[in-house]
């Protein structure tokens, strides 16, 4: 005889079954918030004004269940994986084993600090030529509630959605000290990914034209930006 207790674990093990992984990579320069974005999405409970972070050292490592509905009107139940990468330079070689084969992407930065956001710009550019061809994309303006002055804010929310528009990606500005939009941003991330082409049946590598079609996209003033960062061998 069965007994009660596998009989009550059964529905927790269809509902894993039935779960879909999403891996999503953080990217950003160093102080923009992201390991507070990734804190503020798992942890959505937990007092904000308690967290305190020091510099992620290589990736920080997240996870979250959440239930989208996809463009068929049907819901979809995912896991999120959500890799926090390390902000400063010296740790930017090791960023391309987090964002290969992610579905989705957060390029974040501080709209305080105008210099975050051209590097926010060079990270997309990066995503867009070494990264896979579907992968989502988010533009994220975070701390906005350090910008509630006016004479504070050095990233104006029209200009970063002029340019998010300009590249096809996703926008939003955040706060993950006040709460403000971080779900909305992993919500809408989510359910952009599932909603996107079928990568997870036929990846870019096995699809070549696809991936020449989506290197077009990449024009050779955003090749030469990509130089100026990381040398010529971006255009390997």
Known sequence: MQSTESKARRPSSNRMSNEEAIKVVLLGEVAVGKSSLAQCFSQPNKNRGARKYEPTIGAAFVSRRIAVIDDEGEERRLRVDVWDTAGE????????????????????????????????????????????PDTVIMLVGNKIDLAEEEAARCVWREDAADYAASKGILFMETSATTGYNVERAFDELGRAAVNCPKRRNLSSRQDPSRFRLFRRSVSESDLGQLEDLHGPCCRS
């Open 89 to 132: 330079e010296r740790y930017h070689s090791l960023a391309p084993l987090y964002y290969r084969n992610c579905r989705a992407a957060i390029v974040a930065y501080d709209v305080t600090a105008e210099s975050s956001f051209r590097r926010a710009k060079k990270w997309v550019l990066e995503l867009r030529s070494k990264g896979e």
